[in-house]
C-alpha cells in the first residue's frame, strides 16, 4: 500500500537525504586528497586508494542489494546501512594512518551501496502507482546532484576546516536519516528466511565485479596491462563474471536475479543507464581537472562553477515526473536529453586558455537541464515492466550499471586524455623551428620581454625556451580536453537509437506492492 500525506513525505525527505549521503561521499573526497596526502604523509598513489576502496567495495553491494532487502527485510536492510555509513563515517574522520582510512572507505562503500538501490525501492513502494514518475523524479535529485554538489562542498569544508569534517559531516545526516527510517518507514517480509544462502554467488560476484572496477579505477595509473597486477585482475574478472552468470542461472537461490533480463525494456535500460553514468560521471571527472589544471581555478571556484547546472537539475526533475505522468514519452525527453548533453560537450570542446567563470555558466546550465531530461526517463523505462520483488532487484543491478559506466567513463577519458597530449603535442612541436615566421617572432618577443625586465641576453634566452614550452604544454592539453568533450558527447549522441528499443507506454505502472 501506498503511503498518504505528512508520513509520505517523511519518508521522500528520509530516502533521498540518506541517498545523498551516499551520492555526495562518492566525489567529496576527491577534493581533499591533496590535503589528506600531505597530513597522513603518503604518496599520491596510495591516497588514491581512498576513492578506489569505496567504489570497489560499493559497486560490490549494489547489485546484491535487492536479494538483501528481500532477505532481512527492505526496512532493516536500508536502516542497517544507515548506521553503518554514520558508524563508518566517524571512524574515517577519527583515522590516525592512510590504512586505517582506506579500511573504514571500503566500510563505507558497503553500506553505501545498500543506501541507493534500496532507497529508490522504498520510494517507489511509498508513492501511489500513478506518480512513479514523480517519486523516480524526486529519487534523481540525489544520484543527479549528488556528484555534482559533492565537489563544492568539499571544497567550502575544507576552507573552513580540515580534512576530517567532510565525514563528521554525515553523522547528523544519518542520525536523523536512521530515526526517521526506524519511526515512519513500513517493515516489509523477510522472503528468504530458511532459504540456503549462495555463498559461492557473492564470492564470484564480489571477485568478477571488485576485479574488474580495480582495473578501472587502477589502469591508467599502472600503464594498464603493462603492469602484471593490472593483467591479472582483467583476467579473473572476465573469468569470475562467466561463472557467476553461470552459477545464478543453475541455481534456486540466486542473489542475482537475471531472469529479469527476460523484460526488453529492462535489459536496454541497464545499457542506456551505462551510458548515462559514464556521461555523468566522466564530465564531472574531467571539467574540474581541466579548470583546476589548466586554467587555475581553485577547488571552491570549481565547485561553485557546478552548483547553478546541479540546482537547475533540482528545479527540473519535479517537472519531468508530472511530464511523465501526463503522459510524454520518455523516450522523447531522454533523446532531448541526449542531444542536450552533446550541445554541452560541444560548447567546451570551443573552451581557450582564456576562458573564465562566465563562459562556462550556459554550458552548465544546459547540462543540468540535459541530466534531468536524462536521468528520471531512463530509469523510468528501466523498471516500466518491472513487478514485485523484481523492482529492487532490477534498481540493484541498474544502479550498479550507472556506477561502472562511471568507472568506465573516467578511465576512458583518462586514457584519452594521456594518449592525445602526447599527439597534440608532437603536432604542436613540427611547428617549432627556426624556419617558421610566427615562432620566431613570438620567441624573439618573449626575449625582448625578458631583457627588459633586467635579464641578460642568455638567461632572456633560457627564460623564453621555458616560456615556449609552458605555451606548447597548455595548448597541446587544451587540444586533448577538447577531444574528451567530443568523445563524451558523441558517445550519448550515438545511444539515441537505443531509446527507440524499449516500449512506449504512456504511463508507467508499479505495483504498490513492491514485496
Known amino acids: 500500500m501506498a503511503e498518504k500525506g505528512l508520513k509520505k513525505w517523511i519518508i521522500t525527505f528520509t530516502v533521498i537525504t540518506a541517498s545523498l549521503l551516499e551520492l555526495i561521499d562518492t566525489t567529496i573526497v576527491n577534493v581533499a586528497i591533496p590535503q589528506i596526502q600531505g597530513n597522513l604523509g603518503a604518496t599520491l598513489e596510495d591516497v588514491a586508494w581512498l576513492s578506489t576502496g569505496y567504489a570497489v567495495a560499493n559497486v560490490i553491494v549494489l547489485p546484491m542489494s535487492g536479494w538483501l532487502g528481500s532477505r532481512f527485510g527492505r526496512k532493516n536492510y536500508f536502516l542497517f546501512s544507515i548506521i553503518l555509513f554514520t558508524i563508518a563515517s566517524f571512524l574515517c574522520g577519527n583515522a590516525t594512518n592512510l590504512e586505517e582510512l582506506i579500511l573504514f572507505r571500503i566500510l563505507q562503500g558497503l553500506a553505501g551501496g545498500g543506501l541507493i538501490s534500496t532507497a529508490q525501492a522504498i520510494l517507489i513502494e511509498t508513492w501511489p502507482r500513478e506518480d512513479v514518475g514523480i517519486a523516480t523524479a524526486l529519487f534523481g535529485l540525489g544520484a543527479v546532484v549528488g556528484p555534482t554538489v559533492g565537489p563544492t562542498i568539499g571544497g567550502y569544508l575544507l576552507e573552513i576546516s580540515s580534512w576530517p569534517l567532510i565525514f563528521y559531516v554525515n553523522i547528523p545526516v544519518g542520525i536523523l536519516a536512521a530515526y526517521c527510517t526506524y519511526m515512519f518507514v513500513r517493515e516489509t517480509p523477510k522472503d528468504g528466511k530458511g532459504m540456503p544462502v549462495d555463498w559461492w554467488g557473492i564470492a564470484l560476484l564480489a571477485i568478477a565485479v571488485g576485479s574488474l572496477q580495480t582495473v578501472l579505477e587502477k589502469g591508467e595509473s599502472e600503464d594498464w596491462f603493462a603492469t602484471p597486477y593490472i593483467t591479472a585482475l582483467a583476467v579473473t574478472s572476465v573469468l569470475g563474471l562467466l561463472l557467476f552468470i553461470w552459477r545464478e542461472l543453475s541455481t534456486d537461490h540466486p542473489i542475482v536475479n537475471f531472469k529479469i533480463m527476460r523484460h526488453r525494456s529492462f535489459s536496454v535500460g541497464m545499457f542506456t543507464s551505462f551510458i548515462l553514468g559514464f556521461g555523468l560521471y566522466g564530465s564531472v571527472f574531467v571539467f574540474p581537472v581541466f579548470c583546476q589544471n589548466l586554467l ?220
Open 296 to 515: 587555475g581555478f581553485s577547488p571552491l571556484q570549481t565547485g561553485e562553477l557546478l552548483f547553478p547546472g546541479g540546482l537547475c537539475t533540482i528545479v527540473m526533475m519535479p517537472f519531468i515526473g508530472i511530464f511523465l505522468k501526463k503522459g510524454i514519452p520518455a523516450q522523447f525527453m531522454a533523446t532531448i536529453g541526449m542531444f542536450l548533453f552533446f550541445v554541452f560537450c560541444s560548447m567546451l570542446s570551443k573552451s581557450t586558455l582564456q576562458s573564465g567563470t562566465n563562459d562556462f555558466f550556459l554550458p552548465l546550465m544546459i547540462r543540468g537541464v540535459g541530466m534531468a531530461l536524462l536521468f528520471v526517463p531512463l530509469t523510468t523505462l528501466a523498471i516500466q515492466d518491472l513487478k514485485g520483488a523484481e523492482i529492487g532487484q532490477g534498481s540493484g543491478l541498474n544502479n550498479m550499471m550507472r556506477q561502472l559506466g562511471g568507472s568506465f567513463g573516467i578511465a576512458a577519458l583518462t586514457t584519452l586524455i594521456h594518449v592525445r597530449q602526447g599527439f597534440h603535442r608532437s603536432n604542436l612541436l613540427v611547428n617549432i623551428n627556426e624556419y617558421n615566421p610566427a615562432f620566431t617572432d613570438r620567441f624573439n618577443g618573449f626575449i625582448k620581454n625578458f631583457m627588459a625586465k633586467g635579464y641578460n641576453y642568455l638567461d632572456a634566452k633560457s627564460l623564453a625556451v621555458k616560456a615556449i614550452e609552458g605555451t606548447v604544454t597548455k595548448q597541446s592539453l587544451l587540444l586533448t580536453y577538447s577531444d574528451a568533450y567530443w568523445v563524451a558527447g558523441l558517445i550519448l549522441l550515438c545511444s539515441i537509437p537505443l531509446l527507440y528499443l524499449q516500449k512506449f507506454k504512456k504511463n508507467v505502472e508499479v505495483p504498490a506492492d513492491l514485496h
